[in-house]
């Protein structure tokens, strides 16, 4: 593989001159080495300059000539590394030049490294100590005078451009337009030099050196939140120290939220009085003038952010008539984390608060910024519902408000000579009306930054999945065991996983963008939240992966040919910044082990379709055709090759089932027909895993590889303890969302957590535990019982005496109880299918389901199936629902809040209506729920009432344990059915036989393994792969016989039907999973328990016996009809006798 070589060869090839960072515009170097010592020449603009080195005599102000003298360099400035003014000094070019030519040489001379970790192990790197020539000469020229905008400049004000020349006889020269130029020539000459082992000689290895420089984007930058967390001002001033390593240029300090107010305002006192953790962790305004002087002489701009309206909360205790909603609770209910609080945005209190407040800051921080920040972002609607002034969280009430907030503070902004910043949210979500001067900072990604720059604004990308270096650190909320725990299981937070430099070096700003619309993209910021960042573990978070970011805005993501630029030339460059920034006082995390920096990195080829395309130019069809032909083959073959080195590398291949048709066609075609046939779990247990005699299999279908597993231990870390490598993925969400749209069911990330957040509120314990939409339905089921069928209406008369013995199917009539109590549950309104034998809706959601199911087992071949049906029946469904969420809408934010809270009037809809507007997410929340409480539960029921047909000692355990709770007549409460534990044992034992979802799929989201599956015994590891499909089955795992105990006298045989056992046995964790396992685990599980507890307790008031007629029908093997539930495919008929009755 010439490329592989060529590639490696490249790697190998890197000189230290070649390793600046970021990689100039132009750069070209040379071979020979060159020394230098502290008595270099250094002339800033013809004048020498004077400078030392801290703890040392060294320096240069022996010297005759001087650009100041001794009594004026020691009272004006000293020159020192950590030179740092008195708050409020003046500062000239000069000075900041003088300043970094010190830093310079503390580099070089004191703060240096021995590069053996970048050169290859035992080679004889450094150069003949015997044969020394000198760099005589720094010659720095300014070609033009600094002026206020180079200090502080509005983005693109100031040329940052500089070049630097070495000459084989050891003349240097640094050239720039500014003093922020020469201060990036000096930093890229401090990185010319390396520390010699002797430990008292310093090189460059390859003069003469060129270089060419100025930066792609003018504003690059690292956001540091020191709210949530304290940073001392020693930590900040590091921070800028580092950035300016790399040509970073902009430090974004979000300095308040509602956990902290550490900012001093003197004419507020109490903010930082009351607002700061403690006294101690407080700016004063001589803090805030010092770390934005120490970042102008270090060509970093300190720009400042106070967010509001929201994230604004902590000024409640300072000033409580100013916020609403302080630390409200459940908190994802009014913020995105607590303490929740907003600004009053109708109190003229608040606009006088912000006077008094911009009037004593925006003062104090204009000689130095061009810009403040003004928030913005993730203000909730229903802060507003609290707000005496509002008491409406509708979105054509508040915009106007915030209108005239952001037209406030803007206004005050620009008044004190700055320019405003914003978060996206005031234009994607709020539709604000912005200035021209406004900047946008994007965070949520996807296409906002093309959105925003095509509509003519300024952008700045902080694109989440690329650029926040907090994420994949987990959750930093603490969960009660129970649901909660579950839920969040294993506790990853919401951005994971951790963007490596890999990631964050992939990312372009500009991609997709017109020429015009690039223009207005400025560059972008690396965020660093702090809920588990503190100054101890500051620096290995941040560096050197901010860097790979200011690489990318200084260099471009593309290089002069416009290729995107290489890891390959990207790492070791990356691993010697990163001994430099441990040199220099930095605790920068390494980027890769040392085996690697010495030059034996791994390589990944890359097919050039580019070569194809100009081939295919000059050549005829014919001849095209077969090229493609034989590409086609290579390229199938090259990427076998690269699956099978992937798999190696990550352990050993899993049991493979045997096909016999080309892409597996015969497995396909089986699983097929065995879903037609109802057949799933014969075609899993046999042709999946029995040919293989393993509870892990792989399979080669359609051209791509899938694991098959029924093992707790593989199920567990799909679901839990690696959860953050598997997920639905595209291709489930592309087979789904014509009917789940982008509900909780088919999404990931950010998207799936936005939608749990939305729905979890509904099903609290006090929701869960409100019983009173149950029994209505029960009377109408009795009756329909009775009648042996869904009523004809519902006045029809119905001999309620008639009944015993006599057979009824009563699943048919449990999918329609509870589709009757999820639609009033969700909509208001119920469909009354119990008393319509046709009812549309229930039709054609049925008719949807079954399609969908055979849509989602064909995979890629689903577009082969006849949707005609689908789409029909879909039609009807979505107008039906469609419907009540145009009714909800029409409702005034009071009345959907009034029936939120009004345990007789409240709705699904009304309660999500309340969070959102949006009719698409309304409608996929919906759907989505709709089908997990109507067919999760109906299975449920149908499955028990199928096995205690056929266990009368069951039956009358239960009816027992109901009888002595409860009686015969009296209607059970929440806390009544948490308490028969027999109850529970009988749904434990149906869930266990038949989940509810027996099949299942998840998408590995990157290279990575199951624990069990591989190796010869299936005992190591298995190998998945990047977009490889696994799915899973509970329906086989919890069948299987060696996951229980021994059959004896206390323990039944695991394939049949013994509520019993659940007495003095409990499964290991993972063996169970009724309603899946970690975050993923199902929200409304203690809904649906519940709702299955009441139904069998009513029914077992008014029955005492029941008798199974099945047998008949399927012979005692029940047929299993898995569409998207487990329900029984041929009904479930039995024979009822009512209580009074028995014989």
């Known amino acids: 593989m010439w490329s592989k070589a060529l590639l490696a060869l490249a790697a190998f090839a890197l000189t230290p001159a070649d390793a600046i960072w970021p990689v100039p515009k132009k750069i070209s170097t040379g071979g020979k080495a060159l020394f230098i010592d502290q008595t270099i020449d250094i002339t800033y603009n013809g004048d020498f300059v004077c400078w030392t080195l801290p703890g040392s005599d060294s320096g240069s102000c022996n010297r005759t000539a001087r650009l100041y003298t001794e009594t004026l360099l020691n009272e004006q400035v000293p020159y020192t590394y950590n030179y740092q003014p008195d708050a409020g000094s003046k500062f000239s070019s000069k000075q900041i030049v003088q300043a970094g030519v010190s830093r310079a040489l503390q580099g070089i001379f004191k703060d240096n490294f021995v590069p053996w970790k970048l050169r290859e192990r035992g080679s004889d790197f450094e150069p003949d100590l015997q044969k020394k020539t000198w760099v005589k000469s720094l010659e720095i020229t300014q070609t033009e005078e600094d002026d206020k905008s180079t200090f502080k400049p509005l983005a693109g004000e100031v040329d940052e451009s500089y070049s630097l020349s070495l000459s084989e006889d050891g003349k240097a020269s640094i050239k720039a337009k500014t003093s922020t130029g020469v201060l990036h020539g000096l930093e890229s000459f401090l990185q010319l030099f390396f520390k010699h082992s002797s430990g008292t000689s310093w090189y460059t290895p390859h003069a003469p050196v060129s270089i060419e420089d100025k930066p ?466 014969a075609c899993w247990r046999d042709a999946v895993f029995g040919a293989q005699n393993s509870w892990t299999v792989e399979a080669r279908l359609l051209g791509l590889r899938m694991v098959f597993t029924a093992d707790p231990a593989n199920v567990k870390a799909i679901l839990a303890t690696q959860f953050g490598d598997y997920g639905k993925g595209k291709p489930f969400h592309n087979e789904w969302k014509d009917f789940l749209g982008d509900s909780i069911f088919t999404t990931d990330g950010a998207s799936w957590h936005t939608s749990r957040q939305l729905i979890r509120p509904q099903f609290t314990r006090d929701r869960v535990s409100d019983l009173h939409c149950f029994e209505a339905h029960m009377q109408t089921l009795f009756k329909a019982i009775a009648n042996r069928g869904p009523l004809q209406g519902e006045d029809q008369v119905v001999d309620m005496e008639n009944l015993d013995g006599k057979e009824l199917d009563i699943s048919d009539l449990f999918f329609r109880y509870t589709l009757d109590v999820a639609t009033e549950f969700l909509l208001g309104w119920d469909v009354k299918s119990l008393t319509t034998p046709k009812q549309e809706f229930a039709e054609a959601f049925n008719e949807v389901q079954r399609i969908q199911n055979i849509i989602a087992r064909t995979g890629k071949l689903r577009h082969l199936i006849p949707k005609y049906k689908f789409w029909r029946s879909l039609n009807t469904v979505n107008h039906f629902i469609n419907f009540y969420i145009e009714r909800a809408l029409r409702l005034s934010p009071e009345e959907l809040a009034t029936k939120a809270k009004d345990d007789h009037s409240y709705t699904f809809l009304h309660s999500l209506a309340g969070f959102t507007r949006d009719r698409k997410v309304l409608r996929d929340q919906i759907i989505a729920v709709l089908l997990a409480g109507r067919d999760t539960t109906a299975a449920t029921l149908s499955w028990a009432l199928y096995e205690l047909g056929r266990y009368p000692h069951a039956v009358k355990k239960l009816r027992t344990e109901i009888v002595s709770t409860l009686g015969t007549e009296r209607t059970p409460t929440y806390e009544h059915l948490k308490s028969m534990s027999y109850l529970k044992a009988v749904l434990n034992e149906t869930l266990r036989l038949y989940p509810a979802v027996p099949f299942n799929v998840r998408l590995a989201l990157k290279d990575t393994t199951l624990p069990r599956g591989g190796g010869p015994d299936g005992s190591e590891p298995l190998p998945v792969l990047k977009d490889s499909p696994v799915a899973y089955s509970t329906l086989v795992m919890q069948r299987r016989a060696d996951l229980y105990p021994p059959v004896s006298d206390t323990f039944a045989d695991p394939g049949i039907f013994s509520p019993d056992r659940w007495a003095h046995w409990h499964p290991k964790p993972h063996d169970y999973i009724p309603f899946n396992a970690g975050p993923r685990i199902c929200i409304g599980q203690q809904f649906a328990l519940t709702e299955m507890s009441y139904v069998l307790c009513r029914l077992f008031q008014k029955y005492d016996r029941v008798e199974s007629r099945m047998k008949d029908i399927d012979g005692g093997e029940p047929v299993l009809k898995a569409d998207i539930v487990l329900s029984p495919g041929q009904g479930v008929k039995v024979a009822l006798w009512e209580a009074q009755k028995s014989v």
Not at 284 to 309: C, F, N, T, W
Not at 536 to 544: E, F
Not at 596 to 614: I, K, R, S, W
């Open 216 to 681: 792609e984007y003018p504003h690059r930058g690292i956001l540091l939140d020191v709210a949530r967390n304290f940073f001392e001002v020693e930590h900040i001033k590091r921070t800028i120290d580092a950035m300016s390593w790399s040509k970073l240029n902009r430090l974004h300090l979000h300095i308040t939220d509602s956990q902290s107010w550490p900012l001093e305002i003197p004419a507020l006192p109490k903010l930082a009085e009351k607002g700061a953790y403690h006294k101690s962790q407080t700016y004063s305004p001589d803090d805030l003038a010092s770390i934005q002087e120490y970042g102008i002489h270090r060509g970093v701009e300190v720009i400042l952010e106070i967010d509001m309206p929201g994230h604004i909360g902590v000024v409640e205790l300072a000033y409580k008539d100013l916020i609403v909603a302080y630390n409200e609770k459940p908190y994802q209910w009014w913020c995105k984390e607590p303490p929740c609080g907003a600004f009053r945005m109708n109190s003229s209190d608040v606009y006088d608060f912000l006077d008094t407040l911009f009037d004593d800051l925006f003062p104090r921080i204009a000689p130095y910024s061009a810009y403040f920040h003004a928030g913005g972002d993730e203000l909730n609607h229903n802060d507003s519902r609290l707000d005496p002034d509002v008491r409406s969280n509708e979105t054509s009430v508040l915009a106007p408000l915030l209108q005239k907030f952001v037209d406030y503070t803007h206004g005050k902004i620009r008044d004190a000579g700055l320019a405003p910043f914003v978060w996206e949210e005031m234009i994607t979500e709020w539709n604000m009306t912005l200035g021209k001067d406004v900047v946008i900072q994007s965070w949520l990604g996807g296409g906002a930054v093309k959105d925003l720059a095509e509509a003519g604004h300024k952008v700045i990308d902080s694109d989440y999945n690329f650029w926040y270096l907090d994420c994949g650190r987990g959750q930093w909320l603490n969960f009660d065991n129970g649901p909660a725990f579950q839920t969040y299981y294993p506790f990853n937070d919401w951005c994971g996983p951790t963007k490596s430099w890999r990631l964050i070096y992939s990312h372009d700003p500009r991609a997709g963008l017109s020429e015009e619309a690039a223009k207005l993209v400025l560059g972008g910021e690396a965020a660093v939240w702090t809920e588990t960042i503190d100054p101890v573990n500051l620096d290995t978070i941040v560096w050197p992966r901010a860097a790979v970011m200011g690489e990318v805005l200084w260099s471009g993501r593309t290089d002069a040919s416009g290729q995107n630029r290489s890891q390959y030339d990207a790492a070791p460059r990356l691993a010697e910044l990163r001994e430099r920034m441990v040199a220099r006082g930095v605790s920068a995390s390494p980027i890769q082990m040392t085996f690697c920096t010495q030059g034996n990195a791994t390589e990944l080829e890359v097919f050039d379709m580019g070569l194809v395309e100009a081939f295919l130019d000059k050549v005829s069809l014919k001849t095209s055709f077969i090229v493609l032909v034989v590409a086609y083959i290579a390229y199938c073959i090259s990427s076998r090759i690269d699956e099978h080195r992937r798999i190696r590398r990550l352990g050993h291949y899993g049991p493979r089932i045997r096909t016999y048709a080309p892409w597996g066609l015969d497995l396909v075609a089986r699983f097929v027909l065995d879903t037609t046939k109802q057949q799933n779990l």
